[in-house]
């Protein structure tokens, strides 16, 4: 299945400020997207696609988030598994248990623009250190559609690119590949579009298209079949409001 990046973050000042009779209000729900089966894969399957999105801190009375500026907060990823009996083009290397990541995301607001950064450590299939940098506009057609369109790059260290696209010495005797040792830094980067439409006050279904183009080592491995990767996802979700 396609790497599921970043995903579940957070966007609010939380360490900037008290909490003192505050509402952090988010997105939670659950949908599908449909994209590689693994990065670098030319062939498509689904995939689970678990949302946190959207947070927003806010003063009861106010009409919209408390501040703009910098914030510091939690950033989580997950990578799904790979099995080598799913498809042909892996036969004969080692299988991939799915891989959590935990780390920290510094982002910028200024009005409808956000930038951030992004850097986490993995645990379970891989161990390496990931992470994204990039920046998102926010308009609002109407008072039930909001879009975002943004550009992102992902990065990541040699431990993480030799997990996902590299051919080990004990694995190229194995394969049709010669062994292959990519090395880190960036190793995709991406477009993509968003769209959050409010069916009531509290359930919303969201939704957004991205193409990402796999670059650098990652990109010159043998197991990739194709650099470009387009996807596309559809969810519903529940709003929830946590007061502080």
């Known amino acids: 299945m396609r790497h599921l990046v970043a995903l579940l973050m957070m966007s609010t000042p939380l360490a900037a400020q008290g909490l003192d009779g505050y509402v952090l209000s988010a997105d939670i729900g659950i949908g599908a997207e449909y994209g590689p089966a693994y990065p670098g894969a030319s ?11 959207n947070g927003q801190l806010t003063r009861p009375g106010a009409a919209g988030p408390t501040t703009d500026g910098f914030s510091v907060l939690p ?23 799915a891989a959590g990541e935990v780390g920290l995301r510094l982002s910028y607001d200024l009005g409808q623009t956000k930038s951030y ?30 879009l975002w369109t943004g550009a992102e790059a992902r990065f990541a260290d040699s431990d993480f690119t030799r997990t996902y696209f590299g051919i080990s010495d004990t694995e190229a005797p194995n394969t049709a590949y010669s062994a292959y040792t990519p090395g880190g830094g960036i190793y995709a ?14 359930i919303a279904l969201l939704g957004g298209v991205e193409y990402t183009r796999l670059l650098g080592d990652a990109s010159d491995s043998p197991l990739v079949q194709s650099r470009g990767e387009p996807s596309v996802k559809l969810g519903v979700v529940r709003r929830f409001d946590f007061r502080f």
């Open 117 to 146: 950064v992004a850097l986490r450590k993995g645990f379970g299939g891989h161990s390496g250190v990931t992470g994204e940098f990039g920046a998102k506009y926010r308009f609002d057609p109407s008072d039930r559609l909001t």
């Open 75 to 97: 950033s989580f990823g997950y990578v799904s598994g790979r099995d080598q009996d799913d498809h042909e083009s892996l036969a004969g290397t080692d299988d991939i248990d």
């Open 189 to 202: 980067a991406s477009l993509g579009v968003e769209a959050r439409y409010a069916v009531s006050p509290s």
């Open 43 to 53: 062939d498509s399957e689904a995939s689970p696609w678990f949302i946190l999105r």
